[in-house]
């Protein structure tokens, strides 16, 4: 049915969380086994509190998440996605995440609501660095101030220029399909509503149940991503 839709549909997004990048390697935030919020407190670690008032820790966690992104590659869903983009069956991809995987495997329209890993910025000038000076434990701008990863802390609002984005590619969508997201973080939990009010039909593809189960068409709970994406793809190819 998904691939029947993919061919039939005019303007597809994808929205992607944590979910999409289990698989690379890294780990998600909420899943009831090994979310990084079971056993780390993210408001005492990737919070605008935390970068004021526990700039140790904070400098800490991020460096062990910058490290551990750079041992980790895309998975095969993000080239997938990557190739139907390629294929025009495709148009957008919203993302959650800050790990740049969808850029990686080739994506080309890739809206970060969350910003980048990928980059630190200046909290004085504003300048954007490579996020391995953090790696390198260079964390000041030659202009002298703190360098702070490029990714929305709790607490902050998200980047208006991604929400326009967003909101725009959510309100043109006539299928939004959801990838390994809880579904628990505003304002993109907002997305598959924003979508199905204007008439798209709404796929939700995560292990565990979401928030937007009751108003999607068709959800796949129980089933990795990477092989759901494969299984689509070959359907595609063989409808060809
Ligand atoms: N295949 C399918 N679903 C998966 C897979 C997989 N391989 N791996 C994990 N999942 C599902 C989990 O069951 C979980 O419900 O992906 C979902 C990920 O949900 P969260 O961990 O809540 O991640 P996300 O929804 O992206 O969180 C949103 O919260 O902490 C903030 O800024 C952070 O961007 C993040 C935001």
Redesign the pocket.
């Given at each position: 049915m998904l691939a029947q839709w993919l061919t039939t549909s005019n303007y597809t997004v994808v929205l992607t969380?944590?979910?999409m990048s289990?698989?690379s390697g890294l780990l998600?935030?909420?899943?009831?086994q090994a979310?990084l919020?079971n056993t780390k407190n993210?408001q005492q670690l990737?919070s605008t509190y935390a970068l004021k008032y526990n700039r140790e820790e904070f400098i800490a966690f991020y460096q062990y998440r910058i490290r551990t992104l750079r041992q980790c590659n895309p998975q095969a869903g993000h080239l997938i996605l990557a190739e139907w983009e390629k294929r025009g069956i495709v148009q957008n991809i919203i993302t959650?995440?800050?790990d740049g995987f969808h850029q990686q495997a080739g994506s080309q329209n890739v809206i970060e609501l969350?910003g980048s890993l990928r980059t630190v910025h200046c909290q004085q000038c504003h300048q954007a660095h490579a996020s391995d000076m953090y790696i390198n434990e260079e964390l000041h701008c030659a202009c002298g101030g703190f360098l702070r990863p490029s990714v929305?802390l709790f607490g902050e609002s998200l980047p208006a220029k991604a929400i326009e984005n967003a909101w725009s590619a959510a309100q043109k969508a006539d299928l939004l399909i959801v990838?390994?997201?809880?579904?628990?973080?505003s304002p993109?939990n907002q997305l598959p509503l924003i979508a199905k009010r204007n008439g798209a039909k709404l796929v939700i593809?995560?292990?565990?149940p979401?928030e937007a189960d009751n108003w999607a068409d068709l959800v796949i709970h129980h089933?990795?991503?990477?092989e759901v994406l494969k299984e689509i793809d070959n359907e595609l190819k063989d409808g060809e």
């Open positions: 969380g944590a979910g289990t698989e998600d935030f909420r899943s009831a979310g919020w993210p990737a959650q995440n800050v969350h929305v990838l390994g997201s809880s579904l628990q973080v993109a593809v995560n292990m565990e979401t089933r990795k991503i990477g």
